[in-house]
């Protein structure tokens, strides 16, 4: 069993960021959790384990062989996917690469042991599949099994189990633990202290780069003082912050529904995503989308903000017009905002977290036009509330994947829009942070004119407002349709 020693590291995380003063000794049969707030260096600390940071000073002992998973990896990989992509130039769709092909590149496993693998996993079914087209939780699943294929010695995850449903999170849980049993050294980059593992003998606690504390499971778990540090301060605001009335869309007809599908189908070739889906949202409701990983959650949602081109097939309304019948996309992004996983894939151009909120009231990705001193002022004043306003000049890339996430739900929220479209997100946020975001939503949800579209897997993350709710079900003839509970 390998044992890994840091002594007084110093690490470069970013320009002029760093981990600094790191010592931590994981000897045989320790497996370690580190826990930490949002932007508190965990993902860099996963990253340092793996070898994959400069050492300004201090001293390693690190394993041969280890695999990282990571948020930022799997953006790493997609984003290469997407330039490779000859979709547009071809006309058509390309499958890309297949996830069978992705998983083996780079090792010496042959397929045998990928289909074993795979069936533990439970995922024998997407092998075939291009990596573009999976899920978060499917590509987090995919990677994980490409790392053990190369029988690392060590294997952090970060944020393993966001993004994942119930069951997905369960398999995850036991392939873990038999890691473990195998000999694999585990160390969990987390947000949530219940997503610690029975197995986790060790926690560290990350506070602005550095290590806070760190003990036994039992010491840290029961530290009144660390319960304290990391517990819940935030009060909601009286009011929400303006809106630029310049760049706001006309208002709705009252009454009518904002989203109405009738029979809708979205297939790739013969294979189902959605069948035959019914839903009505109202004016006034709140809803929450629910499904397993690959039930076609964020498909659903993409006809709805008008990127899917599938949309223009089907019968399907918005704000009161059939899609189709000679509105644009900007006229419907500009009543919608969207947090998504794939939004924060694509949103890889340069800038300041400021530009970034204000972007919002453009529905551009990045900044293209002048904006104004009271669009500035606004975008500011969303960043405060959400504690992000000391990041405002910061470059949006440097930060980590929770504080841009935090970011860009700012820029969802900043023109307050007649329909909040939220897929997963608190995916990467602390305890402190996601509590904090869902008590904002709620209340941007009870006193504002936002209606909410919700993708959650976690039972604990509750926006109290929202009352009705659809999920996603196996069809008889393939794919998922809807089954709606108000």
């Known amino acids: 069993m390998v044992e890994i020693s840091l002594q007084k590291v110093k690490a470069q995380i970013t320009e002029g ?124 699943k995919t990677l994980i099994c490409k790392a053990l294929l190369q029988e690392p010695e060590l294997l952090v995850l970060d944020e393993p189990f966001d993004g994942l449903d119930h069951e997905s999170s369960e398999v995850l849980r036991q392939l873990i633990s038999r890691c473990i049993e195998r000999g694999i050294q585990v160390v969990l980059l987390l947000n949530r202290f219940s997503e610690i593992m029975p197995e986790t003998t060790h926690i560290a606690y990350l506070q602005e780069c550095r290590i806070l504390r760190s003990g036994t499971k039992d010491e840290m778990l029961g530290s009144e003082a660390l319960r ?52 009505t949202v109202k004016a006034g409701e709140h809803w929450k989308v629910s499904g397993p990983n690959g039930s076609g959650k964020s498909t659903l949602l993409s006809l709805v903000s008008g990127d899917n081109p599938q949309a223009y097939a089907n019968d399907i309304s918005l704000f009161g017009r059939k899609k189709g019948s000679g509105e644009s996309v900007w006229d419907i992004k500009k009543r919608i905002g969207l947090i998504s996983t794939s939004l924060q894939q ?66 969802a929220m900043v023109k307050q829009p007649d329909l909040l479209i939220l897929d997963e997100p608190c995916q990467g946020l602390d305890d402190v942070n996601r509590e904090m975001v869902l008590k904002m939503v709620d209340h941007l949800g009870r006193t504002g004119n936002t209606q909410i579209l919700y993708v959650n897997h976690h039972a604990e993350d509750r926006i109290p407002c929202i009352e009705n709710s659809m999920e996603l079900v196996p069809a008889e003839e393939g794919g998922f349709t809807a089954v709606i509970t108000s």
């Open 17 to 140: 960021k760093h981990l600094e003063d790191i010592s931590l000794e994981i000897t045989e049969g320790q497996h370690w959790a580190v826990v930490g707030a949002n932007g508190s260096g965990k993902s860099a600390m996963g990253r340092l384990l793996c070898n994959g940071l400069t050492v300004f000073s201090g001293t390693c002992r690190l394993p041969a062989r280890s695999g990282f998973v990571s948020f930022e990896k799997i953006d790493e990989i997609l984003e290469q996917e997407h330039y490779n992509d000859d979709s547009d130039f071809l006309g058509y769709v390309t499958e890309g690469t297949r996830v069978d092909k992705f998983i083996l590149s780079g090792t010496d496993a042959d397929a045998a042991r990928l289909a074993e693998l795979a069936q533990e996993l439970c995922f024998t079914k997407i092998l075939g599949r291009g990596i573009k087209f999976l899920s978060t939780g499917e590509m987090r």
């Open 228 to 279: 304290r540090f990391h517990a819940f301060h935030y009060t909601l605001p009286d009011t929400l912050p303006e809106i630029d009335t310049a760049r706001s869309a006309p208002p709705l007809v009252p009454g009518q529904p904002l989203i109405e599908m009738k029979d809708v189908t979205v297939r790739y070739g013969e294979k189902y995503v959605l069948n035959g889906v019914n839903w």
């Open 346 to 411: 694509e949103y890889r151009v340069g800038g300041t977290v400021k530009v970034v909120v204000i972007s919002g009231m453009y529905d551009s990705i990045g900044m293209y036009s002048q904006y104004t001193l009271h669009q500035q002022e606004i975008a500011l004043e969303w960043l405060k509330l959400l504690h992000m306003d000391h990041r405002k000049e910061h470059a949006f890339r440097d930060l980590s994947y929770g504080e841009q996430r935090l970011v860009l739900l700012a820029r």
